[in-house]
Each structure stands twice: as structure tokens, then as C-alpha cells.
């Protein structure tokens, strides 16, 4: 930002930008069935295998941004990224409410604009941290009775399945900040599903195979912070 005088030129300026290398790695799942679990079953059985496995790779895509999968899209997750703001606790009982001050403020000064939010698992919420928010004070009977929204310190919490439920050394207890900022997710494929009702015809069987190219790096991992258990 420049100050010019009146009727003096207006000096350009130049966005700066950084390459984020994505390079796309195939996830697939596979469901055999006979013909007669699709004729004789109550339920679309076809819906029922089609959703879990949309499960399953929604699951698994958490799995390597949050944990790292080794063999996988991203082998370290933000649980093994160094860059980002750590915050140790020696277990989950140990967790105190000013360890989860700390990883909120481990960000520093936010950037203009960030949604932050909290990321953890529902059981940790439901059985520590809501208890420490809890035990604050300044709680009525009708906040109890009428249970609590996912918020803590004014930031939404989100519930992620794939963060362990009972975190040990090394693992992750939450993380906060900014996902859009902090990472990529890039695809080359959609997840897609695909009927085979040929290749198993000998023995009776169809199949339903699905697959996505997709591939997840951290791009700003000042922008996040996290609890892990030492």
C-alpha cells in the first residue's frame, strides 16, 4: 500500500505466490457380493455397500491429513509435522484448560479472514474437555440440562472420526486452526463407483469398485496448532 500525491502515478504491486506440489495417489475398495444377497435382501444392498465405502474413503482422506498414513496420500499428517504448533500433555487426563488455551493461541495472530475451529474426536470432547469447560463455573442448570453446543473458547468444535478416541504417545488429542488455509486438497479423479456385472459372472457375483486420485499437503502449517500426548 503506497501513499501518492494528488495526480502522481500509482505504484503497481506484486502478488506473491508459492508452489504447493500435489501429486495424485489412487485410493480403491472393492465389494463382492452373490446375486442372491441383491435379490432376497429387504434393504438395497447395492445402497448399503455404495455408502459404506463412501464412509470408508471420506474416512480414510481424515486418516492421512490428521494422523499420516504410511503408504498413503500424505505419511505424516499434521500428528508428524513438525512446522506445526505443538502443545505436549503427558496423557488425556492430564489435559488441562490451559493446555487448550495454549493451542489456540500457538497460532499467534490469526489471519484476517480465518474461520478457525477446533478438530477432535467426539469421545475426547465428551468425556474430558466438556468436563474442564464444565468445572470453569458459570454454568446454569438449564446449560446442563439442556446440554452444550460443540464450542469451545468462542470456536466451533468438529467432530472427527478418524482422530483417536483414547490418544496415546505420539497421537493427536485436537488440532485448531484454519483447514482451508492450512492445507490442500487436490483430486485428479471424483470418487466414483463403478457396477461390474461381467468380470464375476462365473461364479454368480457382482462387484462394486470405486476409486479417486486425490493427494493432501499441509501448504501453511503456521496457520495450525495441536495437542498431542508426549
Do not use: H
Amino acid at each position: 500500500v503506497y501513499y501518492p500525491a494528488e495526480a502522481a502515478s500509482i505504484t503497481a504491486s506484486d502478488l506473491q505466490f508459492s508452489q504447493i506440489s500435489l501429486t495424485a495417489q489412487k485410493l480403491a475398495a472393492l465389494v463382492k457380493m452373490s446375486t442372491e444377497v441383491t435379490e432376497d435382501s429387504i434393504v438395497d444392498i447395492l445402497d448399503v455397500a455404495v455408502s459404506s465405502i463412501a464412509y470408508s474413503m471420506a474416512l480414510e482422506e481424515d486418516k492421512n491429513l490428521f494422523n499420516g498414513v504410511s503408504g498413503g496420500v500424505n505419511a505424516s499428517g499434521i500428528a508428524g509435522d513438525a512446522n506445526v504448533d505443538d502443545t505436549n500433555v503427558a496423557s488425556l487426563s492430564a489435559l488441562a484448560l490451559t493446555d487448550l488455551t495454549a493451542c489456540a493461541s500457538g497460532i499467534g495472530n490469526p489471519i484476517i479472514g480465518a474461520e478457525n475451529a477446533w478438530y477432535m474426536s467426539k469421545v475426547v470432547f465428551n468425556s474430558k474437555v466438556r468436563d474442564l469447560v464444565n468445572a470453569a463455573g458459570g454454568n446454569t442448570i438449564a446449560d446442563l440440562e439442556g446440554g452444550q453446543r460443540p464450542l469451545l473458547l468462542g470456536y466451533p468444535v468438529n467432530f472427527v472420526s478418524a482422530l483417536p478416541s483414547a490418544p496415546s504417545s505420539g497421537e493427536l488429542v485436537a488440532v485448531f486452526g484454519d483447514l482451508r488455509l492450512g492445507a490442500y486438497f487436490g483430486d485428479r479423479r471424483a470418487l466414483n463407483f463403478k457396477v461390474l456385472n461381467e468380470l464375476y459372472a462365473e461364479q454368480d457375483q457382482l462387484g462394486v469398485v470405486a476409486t479417486e486420485r486425490i493427494d493432501i499437503a499441509l501448504s501453511c502449517p503456521e496457520v495450525l496448532s495441536k495437542i498431542t500426548i508426549t
